[in-house]
């Protein structure tokens, strides 16, 4: 992780969070004191870790935490009173929120963030994975497209059109995508 934004409204804890941010070679580290300046800077940017102590000054930071976990592109650990603890787990635990029971312990803290890590780092592998394939999805539609014109404008069959541009695609040391580009670009108004 590279980033993180501290949302809590006790000075105190922004301190003792950054400090420990530090210790794990978290250097990026943005502080806020509420929610409304949080929900307007997630707009523009993004954090690979959120940590929201609550309550917060214009809510109590549960929804908030909520939000950010289901954009899926940050890690949330939210931080609540003990005696809340059950209550918030259950209405956050779905979206993938950790949360942590005040006062916070360090050795816990670290877990936590070490779960933390673990997922953002599982969660930007499965990200990479979807990426190449709906890049995939993406080809195979052009290539479609291209056998279809190919079918149509030169009255190839369709195990015809897919060899040309397979033997296209070879011949000419391209993929099978630019060559059904080309082919778009040549008959397609």
Wanted: aromatic share 4%; net charge negative.
């Amino acid at each position: 992780m590279d980033s993180a934004l501290i949302i809590s409204h006790s000075e105190k804890s922004i301190v003792y969070l950054t400090e420990i941010l530090n210790q794990v070679s978290l250097s990026a580290i943005t502080a806020l004191s509420n929610a409304g300046e949080a929900r307007r800077l997630l707009i523009e940017k993004d954090f690979d870790l959120c940590i929201i102590n609550a309550p917060l000054p214009d809510e109590f930071g549960e929804s908030l935490a909520r939000n950010i976990a289901a954009k899926g592109i940050s890690q949330v650990i939210l931080i609540v009173k003990a005696d809340l603890y059950d209550e918030i787990t259950e209405k956050t635990e779905d979206y993938g929120v950790i949360t942590i029971a005040k006062p916070i312990h360090k050795p816990l803290l670290w877990s936590a963030l070490k779960m933390a890590n673990a997922t953002n780092t599982k969660m930007r592998a499965m990200q990479s994975e979807n990426n190449k394939l709906l890049q995939k999805i993406e080809d195979i539609r052009m290539i479609d497209r291209a056998k279809c014109i190919l079918i149509s404008q030169l009255s190839m069959s369709e195990p015809e059109a897919h060899r040309y541009i397979e033997k296209q695609a070879m011949d000419m040391r391209l993929t099978r995508r630019d060559i059904a580009e080309e082919i778009l670009k040549t008959y397609e108004i």
